[in-house]
Protein backbone atom coordinates (compact mmCIF):
# COMPACT_ATOMS: atom_id res chain seq x y z
CA UNK A 1 0.00 0.00 0.00
CA UNK A 2 1.18 3.58 -1.29
CA UNK A 3 1.69 5.92 1.54
CA UNK A 4 2.08 9.56 1.46
CA UNK A 5 3.16 11.36 4.55
CA UNK A 6 2.52 15.24 4.62
CA UNK A 7 3.79 17.64 7.06
CA UNK A 8 3.41 20.16 9.24
CA UNK A 9 -0.67 19.13 9.71
CA UNK A 10 -0.96 22.64 10.25
CA UNK A 11 0.72 26.10 9.60
CA UNK A 12 -0.27 29.07 11.01
CA UNK A 13 1.96 32.48 9.65
CA UNK A 14 1.94 36.16 9.28
CA UNK A 15 1.41 37.52 6.05
CA UNK A 16 4.88 37.86 4.41
CA UNK A 17 6.50 34.65 5.70
CA UNK A 18 7.69 32.00 3.75
CA UNK A 19 6.80 28.44 4.24
CA UNK A 20 7.14 25.12 3.10
CA UNK A 21 5.11 21.59 3.33
CA UNK A 22 6.84 18.11 2.52
CA UNK A 23 5.47 15.13 1.38
CA UNK A 24 7.31 12.07 1.68
CA UNK A 25 7.00 8.62 0.72
CA UNK A 26 8.99 5.38 0.85
CA UNK A 27 7.12 4.26 -2.71
CA UNK A 28 8.36 5.69 -5.87
CA UNK A 29 5.51 7.69 -7.97
CA UNK A 30 4.95 8.33 -12.05
CA UNK A 31 3.64 11.97 -10.96
CA UNK A 32 2.73 14.07 -7.92
CA UNK A 33 0.15 16.49 -8.29
CA UNK A 34 -0.34 19.58 -5.44
CA UNK A 35 -3.77 20.71 -5.17
CA UNK A 36 -5.72 23.15 -2.38
CA UNK A 37 -8.89 23.23 -1.05
CA UNK A 38 -11.22 25.61 0.27
CA UNK A 39 -13.69 24.75 2.43
CA UNK A 40 -17.33 23.27 1.04
CA UNK A 41 -15.81 22.68 -2.04
CA UNK A 42 -13.38 19.86 -4.03
CA UNK A 43 -9.95 20.24 -4.85
CA UNK A 44 -7.86 22.41 -7.64
CA UNK A 45 -5.08 21.07 -9.27
CA UNK A 46 -2.06 23.66 -9.10
CA UNK A 47 0.67 21.61 -10.09
CA UNK A 48 1.47 18.49 -11.77
CA UNK A 49 5.36 17.29 -11.40
CA UNK A 50 6.84 14.49 -13.67
CA UNK A 51 10.68 13.76 -13.63
CA UNK A 52 12.60 13.21 -10.88
CA UNK A 53 14.27 16.87 -9.83
CA UNK A 54 11.58 18.87 -11.65
CA UNK A 55 11.04 22.65 -10.20
CA UNK A 56 8.15 24.57 -11.04
CA UNK A 57 6.93 27.94 -10.36
CA UNK A 58 3.43 29.30 -9.91
CA UNK A 59 3.89 32.75 -9.28
CA UNK A 60 5.05 32.94 -5.22
CA UNK A 61 4.78 28.53 -5.50
CA UNK A 62 7.57 26.20 -6.04
CA UNK A 63 7.02 23.17 -6.08
CA UNK A 64 9.71 20.12 -6.15
CA UNK A 65 9.38 16.40 -7.05
CA UNK A 66 12.77 14.35 -5.54
CA UNK A 67 15.02 12.51 -7.68
CA UNK A 68 14.00 9.54 -6.50
CA UNK A 69 10.08 10.69 -7.45
CA UNK A 70 9.37 9.63 -3.75
CA UNK A 71 8.84 13.04 -2.28
CA UNK A 72 7.92 16.77 -2.96
CA UNK A 73 7.77 19.72 -1.34
CA UNK A 74 5.63 23.12 -1.89
CA UNK A 75 7.75 26.52 -0.92
CA UNK A 76 5.41 29.37 -0.53
CA UNK A 77 7.33 32.77 -0.75
CA UNK A 78 6.07 35.62 0.96
CA UNK A 79 2.30 34.11 2.00
CA UNK A 80 -0.74 36.43 1.25
CA UNK A 81 -3.93 35.59 3.79
CA UNK A 82 -5.54 34.99 0.25
CA UNK A 83 -3.03 31.62 0.36
CA UNK A 84 -5.09 30.22 3.17
CA UNK A 85 -6.72 26.90 2.84
CA UNK A 86 -5.95 22.98 2.69
CA UNK A 87 -3.13 21.52 0.68
CA UNK A 88 -2.87 18.55 -0.85
CA UNK A 89 -0.06 16.50 -2.14
CA UNK A 90 -1.08 13.39 -4.07
CA UNK A 91 0.77 10.83 -5.78
CA UNK A 92 -0.17 8.95 -8.92
CA UNK A 93 1.43 5.04 -9.13
CA UNK A 94 3.87 3.93 -11.53
CA UNK A 95 2.30 1.97 -14.23
CA UNK A 96 2.52 -2.09 -13.84
CA UNK A 97 -0.16 -5.10 -13.77
CA UNK A 98 -2.17 -4.88 -11.49
CA UNK A 99 -2.09 -1.66 -10.76
CA UNK A 100 -5.40 1.17 -10.55
CA UNK A 101 -3.01 3.04 -12.21
CA UNK A 102 -5.77 6.06 -12.03
CA UNK A 103 -5.69 6.14 -8.20
CA UNK A 104 -4.35 8.92 -6.83
CA UNK A 105 -3.02 8.64 -3.00
CA UNK A 106 -3.63 11.95 -1.26
CA UNK A 107 -1.36 13.06 1.54
CA UNK A 108 -3.59 13.75 4.81
CA UNK A 109 -3.43 17.46 3.94
CA UNK A 110 -1.75 20.84 5.55
CA UNK A 111 -4.10 23.35 6.96
CA UNK A 112 -2.49 26.60 6.28
CA UNK A 113 -3.35 29.80 8.10
CA UNK A 114 -2.38 33.09 6.62
CA UNK A 115 -2.73 36.02 9.51
CA UNK A 116 -2.77 39.90 7.87
CA UNK B 1 -16.62 24.01 -20.72
CA UNK B 2 -18.33 23.22 -18.37
CA UNK B 3 -17.09 21.62 -15.08
CA UNK B 4 -18.07 18.91 -12.82
CA UNK B 5 -21.48 18.85 -11.10
CA UNK B 6 -22.32 16.74 -8.47
CA UNK B 7 -25.75 16.50 -6.43
CA UNK B 8 -27.20 16.83 -4.09
CA UNK B 9 -24.90 18.80 -2.52
CA UNK B 10 -25.62 17.46 1.26
CA UNK B 11 -27.49 14.24 2.44
CA UNK B 12 -28.67 12.95 5.80
CA UNK B 13 -29.13 9.42 5.59
CA UNK B 14 -30.29 6.70 8.60
CA UNK B 15 -27.80 3.58 9.18
CA UNK B 16 -28.59 0.77 7.42
CA UNK B 17 -30.21 3.16 4.56
CA UNK B 18 -28.51 3.75 1.42
CA UNK B 19 -27.87 6.34 -1.09
CA UNK B 20 -26.93 7.45 -4.96
CA UNK B 21 -24.67 10.35 -5.52
CA UNK B 22 -24.57 11.46 -8.76
CA UNK B 23 -21.66 13.26 -10.96
CA UNK B 24 -21.72 15.17 -14.45
CA UNK B 25 -18.37 14.74 -15.59
CA UNK B 26 -16.63 17.70 -17.60
CA UNK B 27 -17.19 17.78 -21.36
CA UNK B 28 -15.14 16.03 -23.51
CA UNK B 29 -13.65 13.85 -20.04
CA UNK B 30 -14.29 9.52 -20.53
CA UNK B 31 -13.18 8.72 -16.83
CA UNK B 32 -14.75 9.44 -13.50
CA UNK B 33 -13.13 8.33 -10.11
CA UNK B 34 -14.66 8.92 -7.20
CA UNK B 35 -13.07 9.69 -3.70
CA UNK B 36 -14.03 9.88 0.04
CA UNK B 37 -12.89 12.26 2.18
CA UNK B 38 -13.52 12.07 5.61
CA UNK B 39 -12.87 15.55 8.07
CA UNK B 40 -9.65 16.19 8.87
CA UNK B 41 -7.86 13.97 6.03
CA UNK B 42 -7.17 13.65 2.34
CA UNK B 43 -9.11 12.13 -0.29
CA UNK B 44 -9.25 7.81 -0.16
CA UNK B 45 -9.79 6.31 -3.51
CA UNK B 46 -13.24 4.16 -3.99
CA UNK B 47 -13.03 3.63 -7.76
CA UNK B 48 -12.43 4.72 -11.28
CA UNK B 49 -14.64 4.06 -14.19
CA UNK B 50 -13.15 4.44 -17.57
CA UNK B 51 -16.10 3.48 -20.88
CA UNK B 52 -18.58 2.83 -18.46
CA UNK B 53 -16.45 -0.31 -17.06
CA UNK B 54 -14.70 -0.17 -13.52
CA UNK B 55 -11.35 0.15 -13.92
CA UNK B 56 -9.34 0.26 -10.72
CA UNK B 57 -11.17 0.16 -6.84
CA UNK B 58 -9.81 0.91 -3.49
CA UNK B 59 -10.20 -0.42 -0.17
CA UNK B 60 -13.71 0.01 0.14
CA UNK B 61 -16.12 -3.12 0.67
CA UNK B 62 -18.96 -4.27 -2.04
CA UNK B 63 -21.62 -1.93 -0.29
CA UNK B 64 -19.41 0.75 -2.55
CA UNK B 65 -20.40 0.42 -5.90
CA UNK B 66 -20.95 2.71 -9.42
CA UNK B 67 -21.50 3.13 -12.55
CA UNK B 68 -21.06 5.12 -15.47
CA UNK B 69 -23.85 5.83 -18.39
CA UNK B 70 -23.04 6.22 -22.16
CA UNK B 71 -22.47 10.02 -21.24
CA UNK B 72 -19.82 9.52 -18.98
CA UNK B 73 -21.89 10.65 -15.99
CA UNK B 74 -21.36 8.63 -12.99
CA UNK B 75 -23.66 7.25 -9.80
CA UNK B 76 -21.93 6.09 -6.97
CA UNK B 77 -24.48 3.38 -4.40
CA UNK B 78 -23.46 2.95 -1.19
CA UNK B 79 -26.10 0.06 0.99
CA UNK B 80 -26.70 -0.71 4.08
CA UNK B 81 -24.82 2.68 5.66
CA UNK B 82 -23.00 3.15 8.38
CA UNK B 83 -21.79 5.72 10.88
CA UNK B 84 -18.22 6.07 9.17
CA UNK B 85 -19.49 6.93 5.88
CA UNK B 86 -19.69 10.14 7.23
CA UNK B 87 -17.73 11.87 5.15
CA UNK B 88 -17.34 13.99 1.39
CA UNK B 89 -17.69 12.35 -1.43
CA UNK B 90 -15.76 13.72 -4.26
CA UNK B 91 -16.00 12.72 -7.92
CA UNK B 92 -13.46 13.74 -10.63
CA UNK B 93 -13.35 13.92 -14.37
CA UNK B 94 -10.70 13.66 -16.81
CA UNK B 95 -10.28 12.84 -20.20
CA UNK B 96 -7.40 9.57 -19.53
CA UNK B 97 -7.80 6.92 -16.91
CA UNK B 98 -4.12 7.44 -15.92
CA UNK B 99 -4.03 9.96 -13.04
CA UNK B 100 -3.42 13.12 -15.01
CA UNK B 101 -5.69 16.15 -15.16
CA UNK B 102 -8.23 15.55 -12.77
CA UNK B 103 -10.65 18.06 -12.29
CA UNK B 104 -13.06 17.58 -8.73
CA UNK B 105 -16.72 18.47 -8.20
CA UNK B 106 -17.74 20.41 -4.96
CA UNK B 107 -18.44 17.04 -3.38
CA UNK B 108 -21.56 15.95 -1.73
CA UNK B 109 -21.82 15.94 2.27
CA UNK B 110 -23.18 12.62 3.53
CA UNK B 111 -23.91 12.78 7.29
CA UNK B 112 -25.39 9.09 9.02
CA UNK B 113 -27.09 9.15 12.18
Known amino acids: TQLLEQSPQFLSIQEGENLTVYCNSSSVFSSLQWYRQEPGEGPVLLVT?????EVKKLKRLTFQFGDARKDSSLHITAAQPGDTGLYLCAGAPVRSVGTSYGKLTFGQGTILTVHP | ETGVTQSPTHLIKTRGQQVTLRCSSQ?????VSWYQQALGQGPQFIFQYYREEENGRGNFPPRFSGLQFPNYSSELNVNALELDDSALYLC????????????FGSGTRLTVV
Open chain 1, 49 to 53: VVTGG
Open chain 2, 92 to 103: ASSRTPGGYGYT
Open chain 2, 27 to 31: SGHNT
